[in-house]
């Protein structure tokens, strides 16, 4: 796939993720909008799923382990094809698919309820090592926010995923600087991520969140690499594409205004939906 039909896939999404926040009136468009290059290379390029089939047995596994920001796993699934698109306008609404952290058992398209931080990179380690010990072809890709390596459970898990040789897990940490309280390393430093992640016996990557030339680059290699789980540690900005909304951590949680959802659009070349 051309980058540049990414780069259209990339502009969607971020249309979607504010329009359905507007529509909303709540959620989280900062760490959703920083992660979009990277959803939209794994499901528009990298990832083996069907969207018509989406319980697939030899299908990759994603699993969103900052579940606050599922708008950008909804804006993902439903340009892939996995439900209509009309049900991203009724995300958080009581009664209907889309809620506001991932949820397995309704959702198509989504392997693993995720909310609670942590947890969605250990439960994608136990994946891989399911599919590892079933000899499965099938790889799993997971996405951490960076406030989210202050967490024990992820240092766990990730001693795990290196003793058990997971060569078939590659996890993305969205390196955004930011948490709902401001800089990381003012409320819990977590640098440095790379030493870290190499002293549990990762293969590190780094890249620029941003740029798809890169990100598909760092694939490749965790691709490649054998006997060891991947990590690519992603630089993004919060908020990114919204002028207003890039590296505020106000925008961690703050969904936008009407005159603040039309300045947004403007940015990202007009509104789709009405």
Avoid: C
């Avoid at 596994?61 to 909804?74: D, E, M």
């Avoid at 198509?108 to 380690?125: R, W």
């Amino acid at each position: 796939m051309k980058l540049e039909i990414l780069e259209q896939k990339a502009t969607i999404l971020r249309k979607d993720i504010v329009e359905m926040l507007y529509k909303a009136g709540s959620g989280h468009p900062g760490g959703s909008l920083s992660a979009v290059e990277i959803l939209s290379a794994l499901y528009f390029k990298e990832m083996n799923v069907d969207e018509k089939n989406p319980t697939w047995k030899e299908r990759d596994r994603f699993v969103l382990s900052k579940g606050h920001a599922a708008p950008v796993l909804y804006a993902a699934l439903g340009e892939k094809g996995f439900f209509p698109k009309s049900e991203l306008w009724k995300l958080r609404k009581i009664g209907n698919l889309l809620q506001g952290h991932p949820e397995m058992k309704n959702i198509p398209g989504v392997d693993m309820s995720t909310g609670s931080l942590g947890q969605g990179f250990s439960t994608a380690v136990g994946m891989a090592l399911g599919l590892k010990t079933d000899k499965s072809e099938s790889r799993v890709f997971t996405l951490l926010g960076d406030g989210e390596l202050q967490e024990g459970i992820i240092w766990e898990a990730a001693m795990a995923a290196a003793h058990y040789n997971l060569d078939n897990l590659t996890a993305f940490v969205d390196y955004n600087g930011l948490q709902i309280d401001g800089p990381n390393e003012e409320v819990m430093g977590v640098n440095p991520i790379t030493d870290k992640f190499k002293a549990f016996g990762w293969n590190v990557l780094t890249a620029d969140g941003h740029n798809f030339a890169e990100i598909l680059q760092a694939l490749e290699k965790a691709k490649e690499t054998k006997e060891k789980p991947t990590v690519i540690v992603a630089k993004t900005v919060k908020g990114k594409g919204v002028s207003f909304m890039e590296d505020q951590a106000g925008w961690h949680g703050k969904a936008p205004n009407k005159e603040e959802r039309d300045q947004a659009m403007n940015e990202l070349g007009g509104l789709d939906h009405e």
